[in-house]
């Protein structure tokens, strides 16, 4: 059996997880239900009682802040393509960002785009 989103070859009925009517491997299953999500009170809660600082993030992170500061705000396909980043991975990204309260949306013209948190 396969997985139906990567293609990775399951061996085992125990390495076989269903969602959405899926058959998917462990990484791709994770990947679907433990998505961070960017409203998230508890995780800002969490995130300032841990005291993150910048040195906590991860390169994609810094490239993502880095970016906005010199730019922003910028529209999400802006901000993937200038760093080379899907927008799976800037939404996995960004949703840290938000609960450090490092960045956030913002409306432009109508349009949803990306700011630092000032």
Not at 31 to 54: E, M, N, Q, R, Y
């Amino acid at each position: 059996m396969k997985c139906e989103k990567c293609g990775t070859t399951l061996n085992r009925v125990e390495d076989v997880y269903e969602y959405a009517g899926q058959k998917l491997c462990e990484d791709c299953y994770l990947d679907l239900v433990a998505t961070p999500k960017i409203c998230d009170p508890w995780a800002v809660h969490s995130a300032k009682g841990f005291g993150h600082k910048k040195e906590d993030l991860t390169p994609v992170q810094q490239k993502i802040l880095d970016l906005l500061k010199e730019k922003g705000p910028l529209s999400l396909e802006e901000i993937c393509t200038s760093i080379g980043i899907d927008e799976e991975e800037f939404r996995s990204n960004f949703a840290s960002l938000r609960h450090m309260k490092l960045a956030r949306a913002c409306k432009v013209q109508g349009k949803v785009c990306y700011t630092l948190f000032e």
